[in-house]
Structures are given as C-alpha cells and as structure tokens.
C-alpha cells in the first residue's frame, strides 16, 4: 500500500491572487498584537477613573481627556484591523475546510463589529468625553443638574451599576 500522491493530484494551497489580502492580514494581525499590549500597558500603568461619582469621573476624564481619548482608541481601534485578520484567514484556510474557516470568520468577525457596535472598555465610553465637555463648560452652580440623568443612564450602561452624581 501506498501513501504517496500519484503525479496528477494537486496539493491545495491559498489561492495566490488573493496575496495582498494575506500581506494586509499579516500586517493587520501584528498591529492588532502590538495595540492591544500598548493599551493593556497602559490600563495598567496609568489611573483608572473613579469608581463612584459621576461628577468625579467628569472631572477625571477633563483633567486626562488626551489619555482618555487613548485608551479608549488603542481598545477599541484594533477591533477594525481584526476584521482584516479574520477575512484574511477565511481566504487563507477556505481550501482546507470551507465550512470551518467559514464559521470562524463569521464568528471572528461578528464579535469585533458588535465591539465596535458597543463602543465601551472598562473605563467608559468615547461618548464620555462629550459629557464631560459639558459638564466643564456649563457654569459651576449648574453643572451637574442639566447632566444628572443621561450621566446615570449612560454610566449605567457602561458599568452596569447606578453610580450617585454628587
């Protein structure tokens, strides 16, 4: 009995007209890599805002808007090169199994757009740094009072608890 393949039978490999997709994965997957570890440092190595009080963490992203703007990009952005990734592996591995690397890149895919859907990490949302614009410019006797309800609404969307706005 034998193994080997007769002279006719193919070997099956990525289609290579699809190259600068794969080069575009590869690229996408080690920028994906390199931004996730760039914001997991900083989660880490930078304050985290308040954990009660919707005034304080207003004030907090104010005081770090720059940083704010940051994290809430290198968490959120590389969901974007991830798809690139995920499409890149369907085209790569459609020839071993069209059903696995079909399902994979469904699921791959869908899990980032509904992270991009849900834009939030752990520390809030984008949309925090408008509130908090807000909060800053409207006089200081009245800032919290026209802010205090869709401040609650939104930061218990975010952290799924109701946090007091002092």
Known sequence: MSLRRSPGEGVATPDPSWRS???????SGILFVVLTIVSIVLVFTKPMQPSSG????????ASN????????VLWLGPSALAIVVFLALYRA???????YAAIGALIGI?????TLAYPTTGEGGSVLVYLS?????APPMHNAQPLRLPLRVLLHRITYRLLPVS
């Open 93 to 99: 591995l459609k020839h071993l199994d069209k059903s």
């Open 65 to 72: 808007r720059s940083l704010y703007i940051l994290k809430q």
């Open 110 to 114: 869908a899990s980032e757009v509904l």
């Open 21 to 27: 997709l794969y080069r575009a994965g590869g690229v």
């Open 133 to 137: 614009d807000q909060y800053m410019s």
């Open 54 to 61: 919707g005034a304080e963490t207003l004030k907090n992203i």
